[in-house]
C-alpha cells in the first residue's frame, strides 16, 4: 500500500500562497447524546508525530498521547462544541459545520486557508476547500481529529459523573444495543438529542 504524503495538500496551498492552513474536522455527529465537538489546528511545517492518523483508526492511548503531544506543538489550535438543544434545533450537519467554523474563527494566529474534512463546508466564513477523508490524507485534518475525538470523550466521561445511569463513559452516546436499553429503562436525560430519537419513540410505540 503506498504511503499517504500527510502534507501534500498543505503544500498546494502553500503554492497557493497560503501561509498558514489549518485542519478542522468534528467529532460525535453520531451519538444520540451530547453535544458535537470541533477542533481547528495549525501545525509547525511538515511535523508529524508518530502515529497520527484519522482518530477513529487510533488506539485511545496513542490518541491521548497525540492529544498532548499536538496541543504543545502546534503554531495553534481551538476547539469547540455545539450542544444537544442547538442539534436540535438546526440539524446535525450545521451544528458540525458551526462548531468547526467556530474553531477556525477561534485560532490564534488566524488561518489563512481551511482544510475541512468531508465534503460539506456552507457556513464556513474562511477561504478554505473540502477534502473527503480528509483525516487520513491531510496531517492538519488528522490533528485536528484526534483533538475533537479526544475532547469529546472526555466531555462524555464528565458527563457520566452527571447522569450515571445512562453509562456515557462506556458508549460515548453513541447508539449502541446497551444505550438502548438505558434509554427504555430511564427515558432521555437533559443531553439527549431529541431530534436523534424521534425513531426509536416510534418503534417504542409499536411495541
Same mark, same amino acid.
Not at 498558514?20 to 465537538?37: Q, S, T
Given at each position: 500500500?503506498?504511503?499517504?504524503?500527510?502534507?501534500?495538500?498543505?503544500?498546494?496551498?502553500?503554492?497557493?500562497? +497560503?501561509?498558514?492552513?489549518?485542519?478542522?474536522?468534528? !467529532?460525535?455527529?453520531?451519538? @444520540?447524546?451530547?453535544?458535537?465537538?470541533? +477542533? !481547528?489546528?495549525? @501545525?509547525?511545517?511538515?511535523?508529524?508525530?508518530?502515529? @497520527?492518523?484519522?482518530?477513529?483508526?487510533?488506539?485511545?492511548?496513542?490518541?491521548?498521547?497525540?492529544?498532548?503531544?499536538?496541543?504543545?506543538?502546534?503554531?495553534?489550535?481551538?476547539?469547540?462544541?455545539?450542544? !444537544? &438543544?442547538?442539534?436540535?434545533?438546526?440539524?446535525?450537519?450545521?451544528?458540525?459545520? @458551526?462548531?468547526?467554523?467556530?474553531? %477556525?474563527? =477561534?485560532?490564534?494566529? !488566524?488561518?489563512? $486557508? +481551511?482544510?475541512?474534512?468531508?465534503?460539506?463546508?456552507?457556513? %464556513?466564513?474562511?477561504?478554505?476547500?473540502?477534502?473527503?477523508?480528509?483525516?487520513?490524507?491531510?496531517?492538519?485534518?488528522?490533528? =485536528?481529529?484526534?483533538? &475533537?475525538?479526544?475532547?469529546?470523550?472526555?466531555?462524555?466521561?464528565?458527563? =457520566?459523573?452527571?447522569?450515571?445511569?445512562?453509562? $456515557?463513559?462506556?458508549?460515548?452516546?453513541?447508539?449502541?444495543?446497551?444505550?438502548?436499553?438505558?434509554?427504555?429503562?430511564?427515558?432521555?436525560?437533559?443531553?439527549?438529542?431529541?431530534? $436523534?430519537?424521534?425513531?426509536?419513540?416510534?418503534?417504542?410505540?409499536?411495541?
Amino acid at each position: 500500500m503506498k504511503k499517504v504524503d500527510l502534507w501534500a495538500i498543505e503544500a498546494q496551498c502553500r503554492r497557493e500562497g +497560503a501561509l498558514l492552513v489549518c485542519g478542522a474536522d468534528e !467529532a460525535g455527529a453520531g451519538p @444520540l447524546a451530547g453535544d458535537v465537538y470541533a +477542533a !481547528a489546528v495549525i @501545525l509547525p511545517w511538515g511535523w508529524v508525530p508518530e502515529g @497520527l492518523n484519522d482518530s477513529k483508526q487510533v488506539t485511545p492511548k496513542v490518541r491521548d498521547r497525540l492529544f498532548d503531544q499536538i496541543r504543545e506543538k502546534a503554531v495553534a489550535w481551538a476547539v469547540t462544541s455545539v450542544d !444537544a &438543544a442547538a442539534i436540535d434545533e438546526m440539524n446535525i450537519l450545521s451544528a458540525r459545520l @458551526l462548531a468547526m467554523d467556530r474553531a %477556525i474563527q =477561534a485560532l490564534d494566529p !488566524a488561518a489563512d $486557508f +481551511a482544510l475541512i474534512d468531508g465534503n460539506r463546508d456552507k457556513g %464556513i466564513s474562511c477561504p478554505h476547500r473540502t477534502v473527503v477523508k480528509g483525516d487520513s490524507l491531510s496531517a492538519s485534518i488528522a490533528a =485536528a481529529s484526534i483533538l &475533537a475525538k479526544v475532547s469529546r470523550d472526555r466531555y462524555m466521561e464528565e458527563m =457520566a459523573k452527571t447522569y450515571p445511569e445512562y453509562e $456515557f463513559d462506556r458508549h460515548k452516546g453513541y447508539p449502541t444495543k446497551r444505550h438502548y436499553e438505558l434509554l427504555r429503562q430511564y427515558g432521555p436525560s437533559p443531553i439527549h438529542r431529541q431530534s $436523534f430519537l424521534k425513531k426509536f419513540y416510534a418503534q417504542e410505540g409499536e411495541r
